[in-house]
């Protein structure tokens, strides 16, 4: 069965800092995607990133890259030059391709400081 | 997402009263997604439409759920009879039909209370 798990509750990184946010998952599917959602204070999810499990490369949009280590079975968000609007709850989520179901981890709540 | 519009966005009601919840799909969709969000459980998927037709609703938490999508744009979730256990964020989601990668748009939520 899948599953996700998030070990971080809760981070802080200064302002123009990069952090890194912790996802390892399992699954026995050999084809699957990877997703990274934020949820602001204000509520909505927003969709950040996605990597294929047969991608070559990391997937990077914007200042968000994810670090894809398959063997390992991590997809870590690292989330560069930090701003204030960079903090929410970040959600890593997991999808077989044999299977329409996203399953999410628990959550990092992601705190900069000024 | 515009793409997808949920209705209440907040909902305070008392134990015993129905509860309906809207989402309304803009096109392009192929599919809709009913989630949950409590402190306790995260997000949990409720049920699962692919063409209107309801594939998996086994994460509906017991009969007083229901859900129908009538048509391809539009969706309700019902609590009935509801209960202070059932207070939580709910929120819809579908996926684009020219997305490559399969992800989820999701509203903006509804907050439910139920005291």
């Known amino acids: 069965a899948q599953k996700i798990t998030q070990t971080q509750p809760g981070m802080f990184v200064q302002e123009k800092e990069a952090v890194t946010l912790d996802c390892t998952y399992d699954?026995?599917?050999?084809?699957?995607?990877l997703f990274w959602y934020k949820q602001p204070s204000s509520g909505e999810m927003i969709f950040l990133i996605y990597?294929?499990?047969?991608?070559?490369q990391n997937a990077t949009e914007g200042r968000y890259s994810l670090n894809f280590q398959k063997a390992r079975k991590s997809a870590n968000l690292v989330i560069s030059a930090s701003q204030l609007g960079d903090s929410a709850m970040y959600f890593c989520?997991?999808?077989?391709?044999?299977?329409?179901?996203?399953?999410f981890g628990s959550g990092t709540r992601l705190l900069v400081r000024p | 997402d515009a793409g997808v519009i949920q209705s209440p966005r907040h909902e305070v009601t008392e134990m015993g009263q129905e509860v309906t919840l809207r989402c309304k799909l803009i096109?392009?969709?192929?599919?809709l997604f009913w989630y949950r969000q409590t402190m306790m459980r995260g997000l949990e998927l409720l049920i699962y439409?692919?063409?209107?037709?309801?594939?998996?609703d086994s994460g509906m938490p017991e009969d007083r759920f229901s859900a129908k999508m009538p048509n391809a744009s539009f969706s309700t979730l019902k609590i009935q009879p509801s209960e202070p256990r059932d207070s939580a964020v709910y929120f819809c989601?579908?996926?684009?039909?020219?997305?490559?990668?399969?992800?989820?748009?999701f509203g903006e939520g509804s907050r439910l209370t139920v005291l």
């Open positions: 990597q294929g499990s047969y991608d070559q």
């Open positions: 989601a579908t996926q684009f039909r020219d997305t490559n990668t399969g992800e989820l748009f």
């Open positions: 989520a997991m999808r077989e391709d044999s299977s329409y179901k996203l399953i």
């Open positions: 699954t026995s599917d050999p084809s699957y995607g």
């Open positions: 096109s392009g969709h192929n599919s």
């Open positions: 439409f692919n063409n209107n037709v309801p594939i998996d």
